[in-house]
T-cell receptor, first 113, second 116 residues
Framework: DTGVSQDPRHKITKRGQNVTFRCDPI?????LYWYRQTLGQGPEFLTY????????KSRLLSDRFSAERPKGSFSTLEIQRTEQGDSAMYLC???????????FGSGTRLTVV | AQKITQTQPGMFVQEKEAVTLDCTYD???????LFWYKQPSSGEMIFLIY??????QNATEGRYSLNFQKARKSANLVISASQLGDSAMYFC?????????????FGTGTRLTIIP
């Protein structure tokens, strides 16, 4: 069990560029979550996968955001045409479901300049 | 409507003293779970303690305990004998289940600073 890995740790991009983040969950966890955390706030739910199925998306997830989990293992979160308001920490978490075991990654800090 | 409320944006506590971080929640679901996470400046969310809505006893994990008052819908975190390494952001969260899907909803957090 190596924990939840996120890559990259930091990303600086120019406004209008596309960015993609990767999350590798704990291998036996079938549930995967993406959260966004802006400065001074708690994490806000973005989307949730159970295996490869994306079961819930927040209204925060505009059309510029897309997430995939193609084989029920790792997941990617892509932001197209980035805006300054997208600057935030993007956190990934995984769980088995139904219990108390949500494990978070260290996050990807995105800065849009 | 805000489902998790943390009313203390920041707290300063002398080292070795106990500290209580407040959390109230709102749900109509009889089955729910309450969590506390610690977030140091490095950014990772570290799980501290969990309380299920049907648990009869207050949860404890080492120096952490959760003061669960179900009727008042409060789930305060108590840290005994605080240490300098406890300085961090602390988030209360609730597991919500909707149509079989579950997720965590977080409060706005409390920044705890331990003074030597």
């Amino acid at each position: 069990d190596t924990g939840v890995s996120q890559d990259p740790r930091h990303k600086i991009t120019k406004r209008g560029q596309n960015v993609t983040f990767r999350c590798d969950p704990i291998s036996e966890h079938n549930r995967l979550y993406w959260y966004r955390q802006t400065l001074g706030q708690g994490p806000e739910f973005l989307t949730y996968f159970q295996n490869e199925a994306q079961l819930e998306k927040s209204r925060l997830l505009s059309d510029r955001f897309s997430a995939e989990r193609p084989k029920g293992s790792f997941s990617t979160l892509e932001i197209q045409r980035t805006e300054q308001g997208d600057s935030a920490m993007y956190l990934c978490a995984s769980s088995r479901g139904g219990g108390n075991g949500y494990t978070f990654g260290s996050g990807t800090r995105l800065t849009v300049v | 409507a805000q489902k998790i409320t943390q009313t203390q944006p920041g707290m300063f506590v002398q080292e070795k003293e106990a500290v209580t971080l407040d959390c109230t929640y709102d749900t109509s679901d009889p089955s729910y779970g309450l969590f506390w996470y610690k977030q140091p400046s490095s950014g990772e969310m570290i799980f501290l303690i969990y309380q299920g809505s049907y648990d009869q006893q207050n949860a404890t994990e080492g120096r952490y305990s959760l003061n669960f008052q179900k009727a008042r819908k409060s789930a305060n975190l108590v840290i005994s004998a605080s240490q300098l390494g406890d300085s961090a952001m602390y988030f209360c969260a609730m597991r919500e289940v909707s149509f079989g899907n579950e997720k965590l909803t977080f409060g706005t957090g409390t920044r705890l600073t331990i003074i030597p």
